[in-house]
């Protein structure tokens, strides 16, 4: 069975910090891993990676893939109160084209 | 706004009871999933529809069911409904079949007493 699995469950941080969030995943035949942003209700999309070793970038937000090892990382740079939100890391794998979700990371920041 | 809209927005309903929720895809997508959000299980893929086809099938309850019409709309259907079916229900839509970016719909609150 597909498994993803995200640390921290939780994080709270200062405006203006750096953060990295984390995710592992056991899957078969592993097409491609996307993050998303979940505020009040809908998950919102950040970033798609198939490819190991390429970093996507949006603005303050960044990502990699890491495909021999199984994980990827989403960062964020100088954080405002505005990116207080779960984020979702989810894969695509084998034949199915269903996102299996980890539990998210769910992200404060302060003042 | 990811151009995905669900309605309704909320549905209050007692045990036993059936309820459809609806659907509909951004503009020139052919794929629909349904996923299930609760607190305890996160986020379920419940079942992907392609140009009208049942494509996938992920932990859908045979009470639970689905389909997607002509005009590409798509309508999950809850019945004999149990308190532990209270929960988020996404609709999320992509241009094809797999593997690329899915945008998820506002959702639909079912809360069932």
């Known amino acids: 069975e597909d498994k993803v699995v995200q640390s921290p469950l939780s994080l709270v941080v200062h405006e203006g910090d750096t953060v990295t969030l984390n995710c592992s995943y056991e899957v078969t035949n592993f097409r491609s891993l996307l993050w998303y942003k979940q505020e009040k209700k809908a998950p919102t999309f950040l970033f798609m990676l198939?490819?190991?070793?390429i970093e996507k970038k949006s603005g303050r937000l960044s990502s990699i893939l890491d495909k021999k090892e199984l994980f990827s990382i989403l960062n964020i740079t100088a954080t405002q109160t505005g990116d207080s939100a779960v984020y979702l890391c989810a894969v695509v794998a084998g034949t199915a084209s269903k996102l299996t979700f980890g539990t998210g990371t769910r992200l404060q920041v302060t003042l | 706004d990811s151009g995905v809209t669900q309605t309704p927005k909320h549905l209050i309903t007692a045990t036993g009871q059936r309820v459809t929720l609806r659907c509909s895809p951004r503009?020139?997508?052919?794929?629909v999933y349904w996923y299930q959000q609760s607190l305890d299980q996160g986020l379920q893929f419940l079942i992907q529809y392609y140009n009208g086809e049942e494509r996938a099938k992920g932990n859908i309850l045979e009470r639970f069911s689905a389909q997607q019409f002509p005009d590409l709309h798509s309508e999950l259907n809850l019945s004999s409904l149990e308190l532990g079916d209270s929960a988020l229900y996404f609709c999320?839509?992509?241009?094809?079949?797999?593997?690329?970016?899915?945008?998820f719909g506002p959702g639909t609150r079912l809360l069932v007493l």
């Open positions: 503009s020139g997508d052919l794929s």
């Open positions: 999320a839509s992509s241009v094809l079949v797999g593997g690329e970016t899915q945008y």
């Open positions: 198939t490819s190991s070793g």
